[in-house]
């Protein structure tokens, strides 16, 4: 057979063949070329895990291969994809060692340990009551009966994950009646939104029981008609029964700690009265000026009336009375995501004026003090709230400045708000450990304590530090030789104007001095000894350690933990003290000094706060939660004028179900 007849019969064939041979080459290449693309985007998968990993993960802890699940989100980490428009608060997850992580992990589970042991004493000897006698195992009702350790608790159980215990809560609190008191005695306002609302809705977020923000509605309904006032400020004292109040006093904490609560109520009923009651109130405050008794820009007075809209004293304090208002302004803000304007300029408005008027330093230490000031006078008055001053009280409630400030100066780029915040928290952690016990007092006096305003250029420097700046100041030229000239000068004067420390024999050492701590007066005139289980200083502690990572406020934490246990427990639950300077003998025990009292905020703030200090940095985020006042804990969330909460929102207020009826909100 000839080859052109071979060709012609197989060139079909061959044609086929060839084909074939070039598609499976071409499938052959693609598939290698996809495998390589493929390694390529795993690897860079792992890279970038293995990143984020030396980033959250412990040092020493294998990272495994080729993770492709990250770590399931929980509800404890905030709103999921909520991304805030304003500055993070929160530092970078950092580096944990093996042997970090174990402490922390044992004192956490220390401090659940010991709301698991309140807990179990509330609930064995008064649950459904506002509080257990920690000695006696009585009761006490002095929030309305309407078991406010119950409530308050409620988010400390999820936060520390004691589902069972929540659920049974849960059980018990459908059983309130929100339209009558215990022996139709009045209810505080204030600690009822704080403590029963702020909870019930904290807890709602947290749970998705419908149950919650049912009984939050109906007692949003029974508490509207305490601020049926000319100016729609709150009463303080509330009877239900007559919906009267026995006087116009309030104080401008409680005018200005309900925005929270009632802007989160509205948000999730869909009933904007609360929210456009709670604006009302921030619009007048701001509105105030000299004929209603305010004399600086951001510095309210503590006392006001109801009925005239005015303030009834001059003495400004960021102490009891006054503490939460200044708070909230910062917290309004975080909670909306920075959409309203207001709340931030009556925030650093007030921060100006503290800053200005309140501040005193103590020359050559780190210690920072608050007073409360005389706007009329302009005078300071010596006496400070959970801090206190010169015959000074240092008073404890103060102590959640320092979390605030650190907060504040993170949104809005104050530096010096940070140093503030450090020195006064300082000054909290001294007033624990300067005491027999380790706790700190209500209030204390110090004796012979100089204090000056404060100065951010001689803050914490010595005295040499400052002359030095000083001399630079008025001869910005001079040279070294002329600097020491003036420093022998000023060395001369201390020789005869000052007299060296004790057990110091040299005008140097008074020069140099830096970081000192004063003595502690044995005659503490107007002091007040007792510990209360207050939750400030731990709260400012969890804050700045979240914000810094210095593991020094862990350790503060853990030393205030520890006197806790040591002079508070009982077989019930925890109890105040009388005083903080007592020494148990061997024939006096620390029960002698316990004074069979523990207030709710102890579950719902002091233990939390702690609890947190010692949690993984995203549980319970910063950047993520806001908040109460009462530690519960309210998402922050994108913000928009469709929410009921917002301040632009116009609907119709909605028909209510409730028997109590809401006051005229035209």
């Known amino acids: 057979m000839s080859w052109p007849k071979v060709r012609q019969r197989w060139r079909i064939p061959i044609l086929i063949a060839v084909v074939v041979l070039v598609v499976l080459q071409y499938l052959a290449f693609s598939i290698h070329e996809s495998s390589n693309s493929g390694s390529q985007f795993n690897h860079d998968l792992g890279d970038a895990y293995e990143q984020d990993a030396r980033v ?116 018990a609190i459908e059983g309130i009646n929100y339209n009558r008191t215990v022996n139709s005695v009045p209810i505080s306002v204030f600690e009822t939104i704080i403590r029963h609302l702020g909870g019930l809705l904290s807890a709602y977020e947290l749970s998705g029981h419908e149950i919650l923000l049912t009984k939050a509605e109906e007692l949003g309904q029974v508490l509207i008609p305490a601020f049926d006032t000319p ?89 009891g009375a006054g503490d939460s208002a200044f708070e909230y302004f910062l917290k309004q803000y975080l909670l909306v995501d920075g959409t309203v304007p207001q709340y ?97 007092p209500e209030r204390w006096t110090y004796y012979e304590l100089k204090t000056e305003v404060f100065n951010g250029k001689t803050y914490n420097k010595s005295l040499k530090e400052i002359r030095r700046d000083r001399f630079l100041l008025f001869h910005p030229d001079a040279d070294e030789a002329q600097i020491a000239a003036n420093e022998a000068q000023e060395a001369a004067r201390d020789t005869i104007y000052h007299s060296p420390p004790p057990g110091k024999n040299t005008t140097e050492d008074i020069a140099t001095a830096v970081g000192k701590r004063p003595a502690m007066s044995n005659n503490r005139r107007g002091g007040d000894l007792m510990y209360l289980l207050r939750p400030e200083t731990v709260e400012s502690l969890y804050v700045l350690y979240r914000i810094t990572g210095d593991p020094k406020y862990q350790e503060y934490g853990w030393e205030i933990f520890e006197a806790i246990e040591k002079y508070c427990k009982t077989p019930t639950a925890y109890s105040s003290i009388r005083s903080v300077d007592f020494v148990p003998t061997e024939d006096v025990g620390v029960d002698t000094n316990q004074n069979d009292s523990m207030e709710s905020f102890f579950m719902a703030e002091t233990l939390k706060y702690l609890y947190l200090l010692f949690s993984e940095d995203d549980v319970i985020s910063l950047d993520k939660f806001v908040f109460n006042t009462e530690a519960h804990p309210l998402m922050r969330r994108p913000w928009t004028s469709d929410s009921a909460a917002s301040i632009n929102y116009v609907a119709p207020v909605q028909q209510t179900v409730f028997t109590a009826s809401a006051s005229n909100d035209s």
């Open 56 to 171: 959250s993960s412990k040092p020493g802890a294998e990272v495994e291969e080729k993770v492709t699940e990250e770590k399931p989100h929980t509800v404890l980490q905030g709103v999921e994809g909520f991304n805030p428009r304003l500055p993070k608060i929160q530092r970078p997850q950092v580096d944990e060692s093996p042997e970090a992580q174990v402490v922390r992990e044992y004192r956490q589970q220390a401090v659940k340990n010991a709301f698991n042991h309140t807990w179990t004493g509330y609930r064995k000897y008064a649950f459904k009551h506002d509080e257990v006698k920690p000695n006696s195992n009585g009761t006490v009702d002095g929030f309305g009966g309407w078991g406010a350790t119950l409530v308050d608790s409620l988010s400390t159980m999820l936060v520390m994950g004691f589902q069972e215990e929540f659920n049974e809560a849960v059980q």
């Open 231 to 319: 100016y729609d400020l709150p009463h303080h004292w509330w009877y239900l029964e007559s919906r009267m109040s026995r006087d116009n006093f309030t104080l401008i904490a409680e005018v200005g700690t309900v925005q929270l609560e009632f802007m989160t109520l509205s948000h999730y009923t869909g009933d904007p009265q609360y929210a456009r009651k709670a604006q009302r109130i921030t619009d007048y405050v701001e509105s105030m000026g000299i004929k209603q008794n305010m004399h600086i820009p951001g510095l309210y007075p503590t006392t006001m009336d109801v009925g005239r809209g005015d303030f009834t004293n001059s003495i400004s304090s960021f102490g």
């Open 344 to 440: 931030k300029r009556m925030y650093i408005e007030s921060m100006e004026g503290m800053r200005r008027y309140l501040l005193r330093q103590l020359p050559q230490s780190d210690l920072l003090y608050l007073t409360p000031y005389n706007t009329v006078s302009r005078s300071p008055e010596f006496v400070m709230d959970h801090l206190t001053l010169l015959f000074m009280n240092l008073v404890k409630k103060s102590c959640f400045v320092p979390g605030m400030l650190a907060i504040g100066s993170k949104l809005f780029d104050r530096e010096e708000d940070m140093l503030i915040a450090k020195g006064l928290l300082e000054t909290c952690v001294f007033m624990y450990q300067s005491s027999a016990t380790g706790l700190c």
